[in-house]
């Protein structure tokens, strides 16, 4: 089966509506969230991610080109996904949609649409584990640029982040000239095309835990009016 963060069938290649650069090229669409899981939420996925040895089992993909669309042998033993902590840890999957609707709010308010999450997931990052700069629905260079990748469905993307107690690991989007390094109990969130190319420095010590959710839009605005300042929450 493909990988996709959710193992939900529902929205399983899921048809995106959202044409690519939508939302502008905007660096205020590159949004932090501090403080937004509590620090119970945070020990609870830490711990569970320190202990947890299973993890999803993907195939590597390929366009009808020959591209490389999806390399699954940078995520191996990395990557825990609903159907994964449906069996190791279902309490967490329980933890996590909790704040995937939470976060949800903030998302359909921010960008103003309506959006279907693709569910809970955990990611480790060991010594080494990084990755290069990519927008998360589409490729972003040589001839097929613009064109899908496995995710095309990826219109939004959040990223929680648990720790802090590595080095390394820095997000950084090339095209804006950011980088920093992401805050524990933050939730970061950012449109997913070609306009919002992304990347993580490599780890050099420690590990990095982090919970990314991504969100296929279902209705979009006749005209976006953002982006707008962030509400408290």
């Known amino acids: ?119 809970p997931a955990l990611v480790r990052w060991p010594v080494g584990a990084r990755q290069e700069p990519h927008a998360d629905k589409e490729l972003h260079e040589g001839p097929d640029a613009g064109t899908a990748n496995a995710f095309p469905w990826y219109d939004l993307g959040t990223v929680f982040y648990l720790n802090d107690d590595y080095e390394g690991g820095e997000l950084y989007f090339p095209q804006h000239g950011i980088e920093f390094k992401p805050k524990p109990g933050a939730g970061y969130f950012f449109p997913g095309d070609m306009n919002y190319i992304h990347g993580v420095r490599p780890i050099i010590s420690g590990c990095r835990y982090t919970s990314p959710v991504f969100w296929t839009i279902s209705k979009l605005p006749e005209k976006w009016t953002g982006p707008k300042e962030i509400k408290n929450v």
């Not at 195939?59 to 990557?79: A, F, H, M, P, S």
């Not at 609903?82 to 949800?104: A, C, D, M």
Request: hydrophobic share 40%.
């Open 1 to 119: 089966m493909k990988h996709d963060t959710s193992m939900n069938m529902a929205n399983f290649n899921a048809k995106s509506i959202t044409p690519s650069g939508f939302f502008g090229n905007s660096e205020k669409n590159i949004v932090e969230v501090e403080n937004f899981l509590t620090q119970e939420e945070i020990d609870i996925l830490v711990d569970f991610s320190k202990k947890n040895s299973s993890f999803d089992v993907n195939k590597t993909e390929y366009n009808e080109n020959g591209t490389l669309i999806y390399d699954d042998n940078v995520w191996v033993n990395r990557v825990a996904t609903t159907e994964t902590l449906s069996k190791t840890g279902p309490e967490i999957l329980v933890l996590i949609e909790n704040i995937i609707k939470r976060f949800q709010l903030i998302i359909e308010d921010f960008f103003e649409v309506k959006v279907i999450p693709t569910g």
